[in-house]
């Protein structure tokens, strides 16, 4: 395990260049195995998420060649279906993907549940009805089994616009038989890029960019060379950086002609940019004052589908708008996971209200403060980090492995722009809280587990009377990634001990989580943490929490 240390209130200077985009990887590199020529792909971002993608191919058979320069060559002259390993395709969602192009190519494949970030449910069913649409038969017992003789074209109308959805039906339709209509098609950058190499292999795919597209199968396709674009998700971040630092930053190669949307969203925040033909330049003075609606009302931020505003980006905004004048609500419906790091950066000073799983209310500015913390996801470890360089005094981010998923070097591109971020190993510390629920979990009957639950909430509803009234629905959905370790340590800084009586009803909660069952870990989870944190503000009143920037 390695952290982050950062010192914060550093202005970001200088220029910087992103990496290739993960979420345009992870498919391209699937898409190699419809061909048994060789595939160049340039421009590929060394990121954890990408080797373990080349994990899972080269057990396929697939040789794969790192040919220096951030360029691999991809050769699929044989593939088998072979088992993958559990591990790996838990370690990442994108292992979902392989299975259109090896039902295409080899006629079967096998796959273990995917894994992925942990904000929320992320359902399968689309990939399935989609697949099936096509001809192929899918079984599920523990792990799928996707079987097909020959794919015939059809009609699909998918149920929801699933970026991964639609990368595999597109490459599960080029080679199949006949014409594929695919309506309510997702259109972000990535899936634009999938088709235009699939197209510069010798595929038929028309009408790239809007959400239906035609797809005429052809018998095989070449091989050829393709250069993956750059990050959005990495620009915006680095975007954010200069902003919440008052920096002057430029980003090399940044693809602006993707970030129109971006772009009217952080206007809204008060910050702008502009753009030098791939460059875009981020200047030191922004306005940093939320744009209110029409009759002074508080604007909300709401995530969709590509064009509008995309949820992976979420996280930087918030953080953001903790540094803007006013106040902003988020609301992103697609995952209920998504915010729940906002009490990280309430631990920080930020004035955030968590209103529900799916949306929080931001005031600012207010001033943030040096904590530790943990990377929970991706994104939401990427937006702490932009929290700590905007922070005063020393900040601790523990298991950035999140972070370093899904962006390349991230703290090496930061210093060469002045910020003081050192990565360091995690000392091995004595086992004092490892209490070892998650060890015993598969030794413990689900009812079991059920019935402690309910009791541990109906004591725990007798202590805490202030304790939300969802306590007592059954709501379901995934938990954050949290432990007792992270709330202990938490208590250690505010100079409590975790086992405190009046604190016992949040580690009980947490206790129910680390069993196992994930029943009560949704809906209520935001407002538990919440109210814990109300009570040790009115225990042990903190730094003002409102700074004025003006």
Known sequence: MEKFIIEGGIPLQGEVTPSGNKNAALPLLAACLLTE?????????????????????????????????RSWRITAHT???????????RRIRASIMLAGPMTARAGEMRLPPPGGDVIGRRRLDTHILALKKLGVDVKYVRSFEFKAKRLKGAEILLDEASVTGTENVIMAAVTAKGTTLLRNAASEPHV????????????????IGSNTLHIEGVESLHGGEFRIGPDYLEVVSFIGAAAVTRG????????????????IIFRRLGV???????????PPRQRLKIEPDLGNAIPEIKTNVWPAFPTDLSSIAITV???ARGSILFHDWMYPGRMYFTDKLVSMGAQIVLCDPHRCIVTGPTKLYGEKVESPDIRAGMALLLAALAAQGQSTIRNIGQIDRGYENVDGKLRSLGAQIERLKEEKEGNKRNWGFASIRSQIPNFVILITEYYLLFRLRRHFQELPYCLAQHP??????????????????????????????PIGILICVDLGHDQ?????????????????ARAAPRRPEVYDHG
């Not at 930053?249 to 971006?262: C, E, F, K, S, T």
């Open 37 to 69: 020529a060789p595939v160049i792909l340039h421009n590929v971002p060394d990121i954890r998420d990408v080797s373990d993608m080349r994990m899972l191919i080269e057990s396929l058979g697939v040789e794969i060649v790192d040919l220096g320069g």
């Open 79 to 89: 593939v088998r279906p072979a088992d993958l390993d559990p591990d790996l395709c």
């Open 520 to 536: 009560f870990a949704g809906l209520f989870f935001g407002d538990l943490i919440q109210h814990r944190r109300d009570h040790l």
């Open 476 to 505: 379901l959905g995934k938990r954050p990634h949290l432990t007792v370790d992270d709330l202990a340590a938490e208590d250690e800084q505010h100079g409590r001990d975790a086992l405190n009586p009046i604190l016992a009803c």
């Open 321 to 323: 708008a903790t540094q």
């Open 192 to 207: 634009q890029e999938l088709c235009q190499m699939l197209n510069s292999l010798g595929a038929k795919i028309s009408d």
């Open 272 to 282: 702008d940019w502009t753009v030098d033909g791939e460059d875009i330049l981020v």
């Open 248 to 263: 002057e930053v430029r980003i090399h190669n940044a693809g602006p002609q993707y970030l129109d949307m971006v772009r």
